[in-house]
């Protein structure tokens, strides 16, 4: 199978303007994401609605293509991005701009859900574990998925699912596992083309996820698992947080 990694970067964020550009130890976030993916994968692009990100990716060696600022998600600029780059891919994959800690494993993994011809979508969930502690589990930046037993995503919130009724939230932990979402996604080539097409729905609007419009519309999420940690950047603190750990 071909695959191809496409990371969308607009500049406008509203809780962070101007993130993929911000310096990391000497480095653009940017690049420090370009260069994990490509770690793991030859065809890599950028996809952004402004010059600035589209000119420090060349300046830096990666490959830009230039989208339109009207998108309402990340895959929407995707299937703009893949229109225009061309070449005849059997999936690609969405890597968020702001996970700079994104492991080549961790794509590997999602590559490998694509075992079968009847794999529509794809996405990767960690386990919570106890020393996360409640207020991680709480985050609303940090959605959790609900998994059935092929593997296949049921529902994501940023509430907590399931609501473990016979313990005290402190507990809960100890009682259920539950997995956090790592934003990333694959689709196969004709499958985004399809859900691009799909008016949003009360559910993703609801939750601001953008996943649950697929599967509102009936599509399944294979999910593949990691036991690595990775960083998402949503705010200046967040990138603090980041920097040291870097």
Known sequence: MRFIAIIPARYASTRFPGKPLVDMAGKPMIQRVYEQVKKALDEVWVAT??????????????RAVMTSGEHRSGTDRIQEAYSKIGGDFDVIINVQGDEPFIQPEQIEALKNCFDSKDVELATLVKAFKNEDGFDALFNPNSPKVVINKKNEAIYFSRSIVPYIRDAHHTGWLDKHTFYKHIGMYAYRSDVLSEITKLPQSSLEKAESLEQLRWIENGYRIRVGYTAVETIGIDTPDDMERAIAFL
């Open 49 to 62: 609605d402004d010059v600035r990100i589209f000119d420090v990716v060349e300046a830096f060696g990666g």
